[in-house]
T-cell receptor, first 113, second 113 residues
Framework: GEDVEQSLFLSVREGDSSVINCTYT??????LYWYKQEPGAGLQLLTY?????DMKQDQRLTVLLNKKDKHLSLRIADTQTGDSAIYFC?????????????FGRGTSLIVHP | DVKVTQSSRYLVKRTGEKVFLECVQDMDHENMFWYRQDPGLGLRLIYFSYDVKMKEKGDIPEGYSVSREKKERFSLILESASTNQTSMYLC????????????FGPGTRLTVL
């Protein structure tokens, strides 16, 4: 199975909340990340959470971490059309003294009026 | 402002040609990565490098090689391009520490005819 799993698509109405879910496998990951990719661009870090935290809030974004179930979620409140993008969950594993990320396949968020 | 640049946004090559994709970062990062991104498959790691002249295979290294002669530059080489290498190629860099936010270039869309 994949190391990091997330659903491929999510469709929401403008103004609603969006919740993107992710499961990961490496319990030693110190940080977990959410990246956003807008059309025609590379990925950009959206937010991250340290592994000893359960929740992190940053304006419209809320990240929830359940370490026992290895489940990570990203909630976007009051979703806007500008939030339409692909969202990638990522964990980091140590390899040869350095840290290498593993990405999920990405969730395409479609926001319609 | 941190920057990762890629030599081309769009590239069209013929089957059998040797192709060079260049990536440069100005953040003095130890780690550099090459990914390919295909619809429904997410990001797949081709090669990464954690130091000058060091390289490690990722998940899909077949048909590719890399070169890192200077810390800021990481090149991806397709020795003999094939049509199944038509894809979006993304370069990224990061520090080699436990918090390792990845900084991505804008991507090169390669078409092999």
């Amino acid at each position: 199975g994949e190391d990091v799993e997330q659903s491929l698509f999510l469709s929401v109405r403008e103004g609603d909340s969006s919740v993107i879910n992710c499961t990961y496998t490496d319990s030693s990951s110190t940080y977990l990340y959410w990246y956003k990719q807008e059309p025609g661009a590379g990925l950009q870090l959206l937010t991250y959470i340290f592994s000893n935290m359960d929740m992190k809030q940053d304006q419209r974004l809320t990240v929830l971490l359940n370490k026992k179930d290895k489940h990570l979620s990203l909630r976007i409140a009051d979703t806007q059309t500008g939030d339409s993008a692909i969202y990638f969950c990522a964990e980091s594993r140590e390899a040869g003294g350095s840290y290498i990320p593993t990405f999920g396949r990405g969730t395409s968020l479609i926001v319609h009026p | 402002d941190v920057k990762v640049t890629q030599s081309s946004r769009y590239l069209v090559k013929r089957t059998g040609e040797k192709v060079f994709l260049e990536c440069v970062q100005d953040m003095d990062h130890e780690n550099m990565f090459w990914y390919r991104q295909d619809p429904g498959l997410g990001l797949r790691l081709i090669y990464f490098s954690y130091d000058v002249k060091m390289k490690e295979k990722g998940d899909i290294p077949e048909g590719y090689s890399v070169s890192r002669e200077k810390k800021e530059r990481f090149s991806l080489i397709l020795e003999s391009a094939s049509t199944n290498q038509t894809s979006m190629y993304l370069c990224a860099s990061s520090l080699g520490v436990s918090y390792n936010e990845q900084f991505f270039g804008p991507g090169t869309r390669l078409t092999v005819l």
